[in-house]
C-alpha cells in the first residue's frame, strides 16, 4: 500500500499529466491560431505547474533549496506563458492570420488594427 507522501505525489503528477495531454491534443485538433493558443496558454501552463510541484514534494525532503526554486519555476510559468500567448495573438491578429471559418464576431477590429488597416494609412 502506498504511503501518504506517495499519494500526494502521484495526485498532481497524474492530473499534470492530463492536462499536458489535453493541451497537446487541442494544439492538433482546434480550427486556428487563437483557439491552439488558448488551449498551450492555459491547460499547459497548469499541467506544468502540477508536474513541478510533484517534483518539490518528492525532493522536499533532499534540500529546502529545491522548494524555493519549484515554487520560483511555478510562479515564472503563470507570469511567462500568459505573456506570451498574449503577444502571439496580438501578432497574429495584426498579420491577419487566417481564422477559422466559424469565427463569426470580430470583436477587436474597434480596438486593434490589421495590417491591411496600417498599411493603407500610410499610402
Given at each position: 500500500?502506498?504511503?501518504?507522501i506517495?499519494?500526494?505525489?502521484?495526485?498532481?503528477?497524474?492530473?499534470?499529466?492530463?492536462?499536458?495531454?489535453?493541451?497537446?491534443?487541442?494544439?492538433l485538433?482546434?480550427?486556428?491560431?487563437?483557439?491552439?493558443m488558448?488551449?498551450?496558454?492555459?491547460a499547459g501552463?497548469l499541467?506544468?505547474?502540477?508536474?513541478?510541484?510533484?517534483?518539490?514534494?518528492?525532493?522536499?525532503?533532499?534540500?529546502?533549496?529545491?522548494?524555493?526554486?519549484?515554487?520560483l519555476?511555478?510562479?515564472?510559468?503563470?507570469?511567462?506563458?500568459?505573456?506570451?500567448?498574449?503577444?502571439?495573438?496580438?501578432?497574429?491578429?495584426?498579420?491577419?492570420?487566417?481564422?477559422?471559418?466559424?469565427?463569426?464576431?470580430?470583436?477587436?477590429?474597434?480596438?486593434?488594427p490589421?495590417?491591411?488597416?496600417?498599411?493603407?494609412?500610410?499610402?
Open positions: 500500500m502506498p504511503s501518504i506517495e499519494i500526494i505525489i502521484a495526485v498532481p503528477m497524474i492530473i499534470g499529466t492530463f492536462l499536458m495531454v489535453v493541451a497537446s491534443i487541442g494544439l485538433r482546434f480550427p486556428d491560431i487563437f483557439c491552439r488558448h488551449a498551450a496558454g492555459k501552463t499541467g506544468v505547474s502540477l508536474i513541478i510541484l510533484a517534483a518539490v514534494f518528492f525532493f522536499v525532503p533532499t534540500s529546502v533549496g529545491v522548494v524555493i526554486r519549484g515554487l519555476a511555478i510562479a515564472f510559468q503563470f507570469l511567462t506563458t500568459p505573456a506570451a500567448t498574449h503577444l502571439l495573438a496580438r501578432a497574429s491578429y495584426i498579420t491577419e492570420y487566417p481564422v477559422s471559418d466559424r469565427t463569426a464576431v470580430d470583436e477587436l477590429k474597434a480596438y486593434l490589421s495590417q491591411s488597416d496600417q498599411t493603407h494609412g500610410h499610402e
